[in-house]
């Protein structure tokens, strides 16, 4: 059938409109965390043990308990599957956020101070489990660019850092699929056994936040373990926070020198190998914009506000103090809380054991070496 002008014109136009047309609404997936968030929050307030103890206190973080109510409903309800967009938004999106919003809480030189601390300890420690890693895979017989991604997501970030040096070792997808896999497995174990071992050997908060940092695989299992010390977990998460953000600013540095390393065994002229890797996208904006915003804290313009209400407020009148610092601090605890919810329901645990058990094994010998030197790097 022959068409118009005009017709074509609207066809175009409306094929134009349907390929950008949302396919899935994000809001039932947010809506789900937010309500694990909720759900948390009250089993934290359960009166008895081991929700609350004799003396009040309550060692099981709203965090932890989020995270572990989003994997139970991930495997018992696979259903749930059909929010993924707004599940993927609450971890990719808002927990940039959150960390973000952690940064109102902090003095931007101690923070600064901290950071050179760990900055050469983290860099060490990256360096030696790399060369492990390589070392290592030959006595497991498992492939070198394989050994090499479970090497690099152990010591840096996990899944993302697996990404980043894929193309410079020339890794297949099958290779990439196996590591993240092994990492991903071994990082929830290690989410939940140090919490355990901190209270049990009853480190210090800022030891056990340094430590989670420098210890556990991706960024949302080390700031579940830190709030989920059952000591001070504000302190700790805030500790694993700072801690894993110097680790993950080492990505880019990483990915060079591996890169540099495989193209001189390869006897290549350019560093990079396979698809080029862009650098500046290695470092994360979010944590430029946290140091920023612990610089406007540490600067002062954070303050605490008062507020001049009259009686006809529906709250009431008088004067109400608001600290911004503070407020935005508990928000991003609250955003990173519902991002583990998300963080949880992303978690199958039948496609993370999918790497195979030399792969794993390896792994597991790698995070046990990067758990015990980051002990002593973090007691230091």
């Known amino acids: 059938m022959d068409l118009s002008r005009k017709e074509r014109a609207f066809e175009s136009r409306f094929r134009k409109r349907l390929a950008v047309w949302p396919q899935e609404s994000p809001w039932p997936g947010v809506l789900l965390c937010a309500a694990l968030t909720w759900l948390g929050a009250i089993v934290n307030r359960l009166p008895f043990p081991p929700f609350t103890t004799a003396d009040g206190q309550h060692p099981i973080s709203t965090v932890l308990l989020a995270l572990l109510l989003g994997m139970f409903v991930r495997n018992l309800i696979p259903a749930v599957t059909r929010v993924k967009a707004g599940i993927d938004a609450m971890v990719k999106k808002w927990l940039p956020v959150g960390i973000v ?9 101690d923070l600064l101070q901290v950071a050179i601390q760990v900055a050469v300890g983290a860099a060490i420690l990256i360096a030696l ?29 996990g ?6 040096v894929s193309p410079v070792v020339e890794a297949r997808d099958d ?7 092994t990492v991903n497995l071994l990082g929830v174990i290690a989410m939940l056994v140090y919490p355990v071992l901190g209270a049990i050997f009853a480190v210090d908060a800022d030891v056990y936040g340094a430590w989670c940092g ?9 700031i579940a373990a830190g709030f989920a010390y059952p000591g001070d977990g504000q302190t700790a998460g805030e500790m694993a926070t700072i801690v894993k953000l110097v680790r993950i600013s080492l990505l880019g540095p990483a990915v060079f020198v591996v890169g540099a390393w495989y193209a001189h065994r390869r006897r290549q002229e350019a560093v990079y190998i396979g698809k080029p890797v862009q650098y500046s996208k290695l470092v994360p904006g979010f944590v430029v914009v946290f140091l920023g915003l612990a610089l406007l804290r540490t600067l002062g313009f954070l303050p605490e506000v008062t507020l001049h209400l009259t009686e006809r407020f529906i709250l009431g009148g008088g004067d109400r103090v608001v600290d911004v610092a503070g407020l935005m601090s508990q928000g991003g605890k609250w955003l990173i809380t ?24 390896l792994g597991v010998v790698l995070a046990v070496v990067i758990g015990g030197m980051g002990l002593l790097v973090a007691s230091i």
């Not at 919003?101 to 030189?109: C, N, P, S, V």
């Not at 645990?349 to 794993?360: D, E, Q, S, T």
């Open 214 to 222: 420098l210890g556990i695989h991706a960024t949302p299992q080390v």
């Open 338 to 361: 519902a991002a583990m919810a998300g963080v949880g329901l992303s978690t199958e645990f039948r496609a993370m054991k999918a790497g195979g058990i030399r792969p794993l094994l």
């Open 129 to 157: 489990l790399i060369v492990l890693s390589r070392v290592s895979a030959a006595w497991f017989g498992v492939d070198p660019q394989l050994g090499m991604l479970i090497g690099v997501g152990t010591a840096i970030c």
């Open 101 to 109: 919003l952690l940064g109102a809480r902090l003095d931007f030189y």
């Open 175 to 181: 290779e990439m699929a196996y590591s993240i896999g």
């Open 159 to 164: 899944s993302s850092a697996i990404v980043a």
